[in-house]
């Protein structure tokens, strides 16, 4: 049975980029966290640093646009989904 990826989460600061890539094997990026602990593909460790999806775009190979854009993608849907959900009323 295969283990689920774990991460840490990276707080956005204002300014500061989204997207996370491994240096090592620049061929993961994930949106504001990190896996641990380590790189799933090159098993690197705190090799990540932050980049904008157009910086990306600018350098990355098409796989890691590819997973940089998916990840920036998924973020979104998220926070649009958490912005979405009313708050859950307590009735006591």
Known sequence: MASKQ????????????????????????????????????????????AFTLAAVQDWGTAELIAKATAAQREAEAITAAASATPPVESVQ
Request: include cysteine.
């Open 6 to 49: 774990a991460f840490w989460t990276v707080p956005a600061k204002d300014g500061e980029p989204d997207l996370w890539v491994c240096m090592s094997c620049l061929n993961e990026a994930f949106c504001r966290k990190v896996p641990m602990p380590a790189c799933p593909t090159c098993h690197g460790v705190s090799t990540y640093e």
